[in-house]
């Protein structure tokens, strides 16, 4: 491991927009863009699935201040997918602007433009719909050859091959495995299989998805958005549309939290048409309502591990299927399945013969799920953590050892990850530094607090991955300015978690000078190098080398330049920080010279562009334990005390990976002990408000406690792995698994409600 | 449309209102652009703002309420602000940063009431303002150390 001494990157260093947030500037879409924009509104649909017989606008339309109202006889006929990935997308393209078809409630049936919000809901009450009902396929399970179709449509596109099949509701489908599973179970003195359920959560990010579009002074699209993918979202407006993508403009202010939300465009589209139709500014933000049943959740998953072992708890066989539910439409249906197996498998890389994972990706008609945090493994370490929680009892063994056994140590191939190799892996260090911070072996047996408390403890490891290995590319383009200081211009986007500091701190590190000298800007298609986007925690890993890269580039051409100004060769020339001397003759010349000297009868810029790619995907690792105290009359779980540790490798910032961290175990708490999803009418999520949408205050949470354990991954920038999604990962199983501690009752369904645990405590 | 009258952030003002518009968009619309929505059902915190020196939400309140009433945004007690935020800062703890004008106005009420809070008064003072990003510890962990430093006589994290 390398340890070395770092100036900036590995330090606490403050975010540079942090005053900024903390003092209410106005920095977000909502406070940048210009009044007078037209109010867009979207009219949904009751039913789940439904054929539009007929749509009156005319009466809708003279309400005064009503601009114009667009129904799907107005949109192009060209289907795409809104999923923020790569082209060609692994999402089909099975969208419409507006769709005669509506497919669940809350799907969009027409566009009202007005100069004010009374106008547009006057409006959306006017217009008259007649719907010929279908029956619709609510369930998970009866979706697959289900007689009703929800894209019974003939131009439904998939950009890839991922084994979907529209005429049987089927998205996507694979099998993968290594070694000869079947044999290998046959052969275990113990065979368990259980089957887990989570549902469609919500990330819940306190701004609500906004976009703002007008025409800019070169009549082109311009359009402002909270969003986490510029890039993607200018290709697929351009598809959309239908117009080329050169005369489109993305950018992003300041972003109110994305957690992959905005790793969609689910609202670009809409305010975007209106612009083209009006040649008016327009803007749409959704209500909070909006964001619960028409947003972009968690895809429901319901997850069969069978898992075979020794009787001394050697896991010698895992076989997982995953039963993914991707809503009305696809987007991100074909990835985040991949996860739940791909990133829950290996960790278990230290014992296992034989793996296999299976999956299938359905169609309902309920709302599309996207992109959250985690992003599918999430939902497999779940269902697999558990069921090795599950094997611990059963053996009579302490799971924390069961897993020392067991787990993925560094300089292994993982076979169930692609044979990618453990570089950098300090799960072994994570474990053993957890169970002695937390106290395990005093927490682990269970307690009876003597006034119908319980207090027990559980435990789960976690991992993800970096990026997504050769396909994501991060680029930075970095220039000199007058004064020596530096202005570096990403595509990827800082939602909050800091990357636009992170990657200062790396060019920092690089160029020998202080923070406080270089200017971040990003991101923005017309000026941003291009970036694949924040997501599949990405941005430190990729981006972050490409900031090295481009240092090293720039560096050489400040050396050249200097050395014209010194006379002398490259070859004599060292780079200094603050100036390039001439190690011959002992001279140097300052950066501020060096940069107006580009500025005077030039040909070289001191300035330098790099992109970065990446053939692996090293996998950041956790440990979770998680104490409780269980209330036998109530149900009641509180969260007494959660301790993590965590190998990011190097953490670049480490107080913002602790934030991270804290704030991803925090939103988990919420998806394992109170945020619930309940399908009412037509499907529709009875948890439409943040007043039903429980998410977890300051007083749910109990203690935190975050450490580090470093690693140093060869292929990252100073050693360096990724922090963002990983944390969201272990607090599911550990509490649950707590919970069975205190009760002697497996909950394998989330969110594990306090009336249900009473019920079942009443029950025996 | 009804004339209210009141002062903003300090200034007097006089408008014509609608009678139904909520004071969350009023002020918004005078500039005060630190006040953010983030829910329709009063959960969340995001758009607390003072009246009359008490923290209350301005997406539940009527202008035509303030009528008459002194009310304060962040916009206009940045100084206030400025002595204990640099304290979160130092912590990441300001995040995607949607929520802390919310909870910066409404620890800046408790202070006043309660000027050496502990951990669990902090808690339960802020409880109503929602943050999905920063797990509220480091939120904590911030006010913890500015009130630390301040008992110490320290001068304020610049
Ligand atoms: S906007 Fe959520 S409480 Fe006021
Ligand atoms: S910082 Fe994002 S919601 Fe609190």
Redesign the interface.
């Known amino acids: 491991m390398q340890n070395k001494n770092y100036r900036s990157v590995n330090h ?1 260093v ?2 540079k ?12 879409t ?2 940048v863009v210009p009044d007078g924009a037209l109010v867009v509104k979207l009219l949904r649909s009751p039913h789940a699935n439904a054929i539009i017989e007929s749509i009156d606008t005319a009466v809708a339309k003279k309400v005064p201040g009503v601009v114009d109202i667009y129904t799907w006889q107005d949109v192009p006929a060209t289907r795409f997918a809104i999923a923020g990935q790569t082209y060609p997308e692994p999402s089909p393209y099975d969208r419409l602007i507006l769709d005669r078809h509506v497919r669940f409630a809350g799907d969009a049936v027409a566009i009202i433009a007005a100069e004010n919000e009374k106008a547009a809901e006057k409006a959306m009450k006017l217009i008259k719909v007649s719907y010929r009902v279908l029956e619709a396929v609510l369930d998970l399970h009866t979706a697959l050859d289900n007689p009703v179709l929800v894209h019974p449509e003939e131009d439904w596109f998939p950009p890839c091959e991922v084994g979907g099949d529209p005429k049987r509701n089927l998205v996507a489908s694979e099998v993968s495995s290594s070694g000869d599973v079947d044999a290998v179970m046959a052969d275990c003195d113990i065979v368990l299989e259980h089957t887990y359920h989570t549902k469609a959560f919500h ?6 998805f906004c976009t703002h579009t007008s025409l800019d002074r070169y009549g082109r699209l311009h359009v402002i958005s909270s969003t986490q993918i510029v890039f993607h979202t200018r290709r697929i407006l351009s598809r959309a549309l239908g117009i080329p993508k050169s005369r489109i403009r993305v950018e992003k202010p ?6 992959g939300a905005k790793q969609t465009a689910v609202c670009e589209v809409y305010p975007a048409f209106v612009t083209m139709k009006t040649g008016r500014p327009a803007m749409i933000v959704y ?3 909006e964001a619960q049943i028409a947003g972009s959740p968690r895809h429901e998953m319901e997850i069969t591990v069978k898992l075979g072992a020794d009787r001394d708890g050697r896991i010698r066989a895992l076989d997982l299927y995953t039963l993914s539910n991707t809503g009305a439409y696809g987007e991100h249906g074909p990835t985040t399945v991949g996860l739940s197996g791909h990133k829950s498998i290996p960790l278990y890389t230290g014992s296992l013969e034989a793996h296999r994972f299976a999956y299938d990706v359905v169609y309902t008609n309920t709302q599309a799920a996207g992109a959250y945090r985690g992003y599918g493994a999430t939902q497999g370490i779940f269902a697999v953590e558990s069921m090795v929680n599950e094997l611990a009892e059963k053996l009579q063994m302490d799971p924390t050892r069961l897993r020392d056994l067991n787990m993925v140590r560094e300089g292994m191939i993982m076979p169930a990850y692609y044979d990618e190799p453990a570089n950098a892996c300090a799960l072994d260090r994570c474990m053993e530094r957890c169970r002695e911070i937390f106290g395990w072996e005093e927490k682990y047996p269970v307690r009876d607090m003597g006034n119908g408390k319980v207090r027990a403890a559980g435990v789960a490891m976690a991992m993800q991955g970096s990026c997504i290995s050769n396909v994501d590319v991060g680029s930075a383009d970095i220039s000199l300015t007058e004064d020596g200081t530096y202005t570096l211009r990403i595509g990827a986007a800082d ?4 990357c636009d500091t992170i990657l200062a701190q790396m060019l920092a590190e690089c160029m020998d000078c202080s923070v406080d000298h270089v200017a971040v800007f990003g991101a923005d298609t017309d000026a941003s190098p291009y970036d694949s986007g924040s997501y599949a925690s990405s941005t430190t890993y990729i981006t972050g080398k490409a900031v090295e890269k481009a240092c090293t580039d720039l560096k050489k051409n400040i050396c050249a330049i200097g050395a014209e100004l010194l006379g002398c060769t490259v070859d004599e020339t060292a780079f200094e920080g603050t100036c390039v001397r001439c190690l011959t003759s002992g001279k140097t010349v300052s950066l501020s010279d060096i940069a107006y000297k580009t500025q005077v009868g030039s040909h070289c810029a001191a300035q330098a562009s790099a992109t970065h790619s990446s053939p692996i995907s090293p996998p950041p690792f956790m440990v979770g334990m998680a104490e409780i105290e269980l209330d036998k009359l109530t149900g009641q779980v509180t969260l007494l005390d959660y301790m993590a540790v965590v190998d990011c490798g190097t953490p670049i ?1 480490p ?2 990976a ?2 991270q ?7 988990a708490i919420g998806h394992t002990l109170m945020e619930n999803i309940t399908p009412g009418t037509g499907g529709k999520p009875m948890e439409a ?3 039903q949408y429980k ?1 977890p ?3 749910d ?1 109990g203690h ?1 406690r975050v450490e580090f354990e470093q690693s140093y991954e060869p292929t990252g920038p100073f050693g360096a792995k990724s922090i963002g999604e990983i944390v969201i990962n272990t607090p599911a199983p550990a509490i649950a698994h707590a919970i069975y501690r205190a009760t002697g009752k497996w909950y394998r369904e989330l969110p594990i409600l306090p009336e249900r645990i009473a019920m079942d405590l009443a029950e025996e | 449309m009804m004339e209210i009258r009141l002062k903003l952030n300090g200034k007097t003002i006089t408008d014509h209102i609608d009678a139904d518009l909520l004071l969350i968009d009023f002020v918004r619309r005078h500039g005060c ?4 929505r ?4 009063a ?2 915190g ?1 758009c607390t703002v003072l009246m009359d020196g008490k923290p209350v939400l301005s997406c539940s309140l009527l202008a035509a309420r303030a009528d008459g009433h002194e009310i304060y ?3 206009g007690l ?1 100084q206030e ?2 002595a204990f ?2 304290f ?14 919310g909870y ?1 106005m409404n620890t800046i009420a408790l202070l006043r009431e309660n000027p050496n809070p502990t951990d669990d008064e902090i ?2 003072y ?15 962990r911030g006010i913890r150390r500015f009130l630390n430093s301040r008992a110490e006589g320290g001068s304020h994290a610049e």
């Open positions: 606490s403050r975010k927009d942090a005053m900024q947030l903390l003092l209410g500037k106005p920095v977000y909502q406070d990330q819940a990010m306190m701004e609500t300041r972003i109110g939290g994305g957690f209500t909070r309502e939602m909050g978690t800091g910032n107080a913002l602790r934030i961290a804290e704030g991803g175990i925090v939103q408000s943040l007043m998410i205050t300051r007083l949470m935190l | 652009l630190s006040v953010k983030g829910c329709e059902t959960n969340c995001l945004t962040l916009e940045q602000a400025e935020v640099g979160i800062a130092d912590e990441g703890a300001d995040q995607c940063g949607f929520c802390n004008p910066v808690r339960a802020l409880a109503g303002n929602l943050c999905r990003c920063s797990g509220y510890e480091g939120q904590l």
